[in-house]
């Protein structure tokens, strides 16, 4: 008897679940379903760059089942392209992981336990304390480019005067006092 498959976690759900060749109905193309697990091991794998040792970790399965998941999602898209299919992201065995991952403007990545929206916006960067980090994985918003940076941070600093402009007296000042 075998046992009891282990369920993978996943960190993003996919914001779009079809994808189709342009100018053709769905209702006239043959569909390839894609899994949960496979879009998240596409993503580790070929939008993160991580190593497989590290995907197959964040997942929470063995190496050797994230390889095979792998071969099987990149062999479907591949299928989907070349054949001009439709492919249908759903299904799956997978939990969501209890962590997310954010991003500051100031380079630094770091993971916290699911916020919900209001709390997002009050989490501050461990690297810098800067206020208003930003989702790496939001389903609102993508994280490609660069984004506008926000004033703000935890110590009440204002981000676009440095420190040491802080502490120098202005000149202008020193030539009025005398």
Do not use: W
Not at 152 to 164: M, P
């Amino acid at each position: 008897m075998p046992r009891k498959r282990r369920k993978c976690r996943v960190e993003f759900l996919p914001p779009a679940t079809y994808y189709k060749p342009a100018g053709i109905p769905l209702r006239e193309l043959d569909e390839i379903a894609l899994s949960v697990e496979e879009f998240e091991a596409l993503r580790l794998k070929d939008l993160e760059g991580l190593e497989q040792v590290q995907c197959a970790e964040r997942m929470g399965i063995a190496r050797t089942t994230f390889q095979r998941i792998l071969y099987s999602a990149r062999s479907k898209i591949a299928e989907a392209l070349v054949k001009g299919n439709a492919l249908r992201i759903e299904g799956g065995e997978y939990v969501m992981s209890s962590e997310k991952l954010f991003k500051c403007t100031c380079g630094s990545r770091f993971t916290a336990s699911r916020y919900g929206e209001q709390e997002e916006r009050e989490l501050c960067c461990p690297g810098c304390g800067k206020k208003y980090v930003q989702s790496i994985h939001s389903h609102r918003r993508h994280s490609f480019g660069r984004q506008p940076a926000v004033k703000g941070s935890c110590r009440q600093q204002d981000s676009s005067v440095s420190t040491e402009d802080k502490e120098k007296p202005d000149d202008s000042q020193q030539n009025e006092d005398q």
